[in-house]
């Protein structure tokens, strides 16, 4: 996609002024496509769904960038609201979570605070929370959050991003705490200073972490729609006959739904990313920064109203 539009979009994607519209005017523009609706009502029906056709599910009740502690902790209690759902119903379901949201960028005690009582939440009702990777001014502090709990709680994992020079050390780096990990591409708008502005180099190095933290021993779920990506790993497995327990794909909900069903055909573990929730905005824009069809497919929705 032409890089300008891709920046425009994850330009538009942190403007406060309109994550706010966004909010107050509700799913609009086509993003029912990407998320799964505004209500925990509404997203367990779908997690439900999913799971009928076996795919698992982790759930984003979606937001970031939080700037106040009323927030913050708004966001820690429906949190735990969907955790004891999810452990009620025996739904087949992590929950992803962000730092920003839980108030990461107004004190360090206060991120503590709501991650403990989330990781409580999910350790009685055995849900495994992942903690998404956000921009790079985040990554280390994200990381270093991560470690302490992981010395505390076994039900939690990251992410990281292939696009960021760092990353195969921070491979090496958390090989020590046995990491879930999740490997994305990335999806900020990060400086040539930390991150391969080539699309191929990230492609590649998408490749070499996989290998690593599955040579590793570790668990690590490939987070991608790229087939070459996906066939790369496949071949790796079988190649190093990694267990079927070691790992598994992960795709976001409505993007490649069908590729999604014959992964699990062909016996694959698979799992949905599936965010919900009144702060859609900020996920929907970089969505539509990945690819041109979606922003098409936007506009068609506009004009249609
Ligand atoms: P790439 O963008 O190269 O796309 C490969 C192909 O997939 C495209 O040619 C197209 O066919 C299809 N495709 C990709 N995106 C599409 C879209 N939006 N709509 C339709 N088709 C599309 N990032 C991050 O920084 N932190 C995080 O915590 C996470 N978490 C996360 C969880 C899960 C489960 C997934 C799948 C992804 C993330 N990401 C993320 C996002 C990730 O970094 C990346 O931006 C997207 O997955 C797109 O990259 P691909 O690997 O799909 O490849």
């Known amino acids: 996609m032409d890089q300008t539009i891709k920046n425009l979009f994850l330009f538009l994607s942190t403007n406060k002024m309109l994550i706010k519209l966004a909010k107050k005017f509700g799913l609009r523009f086509g993003a029912t496509r ?3 609706g505004e209500t925990t009502d509404q997203v367990v029906k779908v997690i439900k769904e999913l799971n009928q056709k076996g795919l698992d599910v982790t759930l984003d009740y979606l937001g970031e960038f939080v700037d106040s502690r009323e927030e913050a902790f708004q966001t820690t209690e429906l949190t735990i ?13 992590q929950v992803s979570v962000k730092l920003t949201a839980l108030g990461l960028d107004i004190s360090e005690e206060l991120v503590m605070k709501n991650m403990r009582r989330i990781l409580d939440a999910a350790k009685e009702n055995n849900v495994f929370i992942t903690i998404d990777m956000e921009d790079y001014t985040r990554c280390q502090k994200t990381l270093d959050i991560f470690k302490i709990l992981r010395l505390e709680y076994d039900h939690i994992g990251t992410v990281l991003q292939a696009y960021l020079f760092r990353t195969m050390s921070d491979i090496e780096d958390l090989n020590e705490y046995t990491a879930c990990l999740r ?33 590793n021993g570790n668990f690590t ?13 496949k071949e790796l497995v079988k ?15 409505g993007i490649r739904p069908e590729r999604q069903l014959e992964l699990v055909k062909e016996g694959y573990k698979m799992r949905v ?6 702060d859609w905005y900020g996920y929907f824009m970089r969505r539509l920064a990945e690819r041109p069809a979606n922003v098409a497919f936007v506009l068609k929705g506009i004009f249609k109203k």
Do not use: C
């Open 239 to 253: 190649i190093h006959q990694i267990p079927s327990g070691q790992f598994e794909f992960q795709m976001l909900y």
């Open 221 to 233: 779920s490939i987070a991608t729609h790229d087939e070459r990506i996906i066939e790369y790993t």
């Open 34 to 36: 990407f998320v799964a």
């Open 81 to 93: 609201d969907v955790i004891k759902r999810i452990g009620s119903l025996k739904l087949s379901s």
């Open 183 to 215: 490997l994305v591409k990335g999806a900020y708008k990060e400086s040539v200073e930390v991150a391969f502005p080539e699309k191929r180099d990230v492609d590649e190095n998408f490749k070499k972490i996989i290998e690593k933290h599955l040579l």
């Open 273 to 278: 990313y599936v965010p919900f929730g009144t």
